[in-house]
C-alpha cells in the first residue's frame, strides 16, 4: 500500500463550483498532516495545516480522520487561480528514527475554468 | 519570494561529468532537505539535514553526496549519473525537525537533465 494516496484527477470544475479531495495514508503512527500546493513547473507551497479538529481558512476547510486514516480538502467557490496540484502530506518517522520526514503523494489536479 | 534560493535552475550533463547544486536559505532555519521530483511520481525525500549533521539518508545512491557546510548552506554533488536521475531537485528549509509540524519552504528546484 502506498504511503499517501490520493486521486490524481484531473478534477474540471468552472468557476464558482465545490470540489473535494481526498486522501489516504498507510502510517498510523503519523502525527502531522498538510496541504500543499504546486503551480506548474513552480515549488510546492504550505496551503494548510491539517488539525484533527478540522480547521478552515477561508474557501478551504481541511479535515482529519485518524481512526480511517483519511484527510479531505474542501474548496467552495472555486477560482481561476485555484488551478494548481493539490498535494496531501503526512509526517513519518524517519528510516533513522532521528527526525521525522515528510512523505506526499503524488498530488490531485485541479483545473477551474471560466 | 527570497526565502530558499537554489542554483543553477537548469543543468544538462553527461553522464560522466561532475556537477554540484546549490541551496541558500535566509530564514534561519536549522534543518534542510533535498527532494527529487520525477513526471508522474510524488516527491520523494533523499536527505535531511539538521544543525548541519545529516540525519537521514533515505536510501539514496552514492552518486548523490549532500554536503551541509553550515545551517544556510545545502549542496548535492553530482557524479556519473544516469539518464532516469533526470528530475526537478528541491530543497527545502524548516525551522527544526523536530516532530514534524514545522512548516517546509521549498526552492524553486534545478531542473536536471542527464544525457
Known amino acids: 500500500r502506498k504511503e499517501v494516496e490520493q486521486d490524481p484527477g484531473p478534477f474540471n470544475v468552472p468557476e464558482g463550483a465545490t470540489v473535494a479531495f481526498n486522501c489516504t495514508y498507510s502510517n498510523s503512527a503519523s502525527q502531522s498532516f498538510f496541504w500543499y500546493r504546486q503551480d506548474c513547473r513552480k515549488e510546492p507551497k504550505l496551503l494548510m495545516s491539517?488539525?484533527?479538529s478540522g480547521n478552515e481558512d477561508g474557501r478551504f476547510t481541511a479535515q482529519l480522520n485518524r481512526a480511517s486514516q483519511y484527510i479531505s480538502l474542501l474548496i467552495r467557490d472555486s477560482k481561476l487561480s485555484d488551478s494548481a496540484t493539490y498535494l496531501c502530506v503526512v509526517n513519518i518517522k524517519g528510516p533513522n528514527q532521528a527526525g521525522t520526514a515528510l512523505i506526499f503523494g503524488k498530488g490531485t489536479t485541479l483545473s477551474v475554468s471560466s | 519570494e527570497t526565502g530558499v534560493t537554489q542554483t543553477p535552475r537548469h543543468l544538462v550533463m553527461g553522464m560522466t561529468n561532475k556537477k554540484s547544486l546549490k541551496c541558500e536559505q535566509h530564514l534561519g532555519h536549522n534543518a534542510m532537505y533535498w527532494y527529487k521530483q520525477s513526471a508522474k511520481k510524488p516527491l520523494e525525500l533523499m536527505f535531511v539535514y539538521s544543525l548541519e549533521e545529516r540525519v537521514e539518508n533515505n536510501s539514496v545512491p552514492s552518486r548523490f553526496s549532500p554536503e551541509c557546510p553550515n545551517s544556510s548552506h545545502l549542496f548535492l554533488h553530482l557524479h556519473t549519473l544516469q539518464p532516469e536521475d533526470s528530475a526537478l531537485y528541491l530543497c527545502?528549509?524548516?525551522?527544526?525537525?523536530?516532530?514534524?509540524?514545522?512548516?517546509?519552504?521549498f526552492g524553486p528546484g534545478t531542473r536536471l537533465t542527464v544525457l
Open positions: 527545502a528549509s524548516s525551522q527544526d525537525i523536530g516532530q514534524g509540524t514545522d512548516t517546509q519552504y
Open positions: 491539517v488539525y484533527s
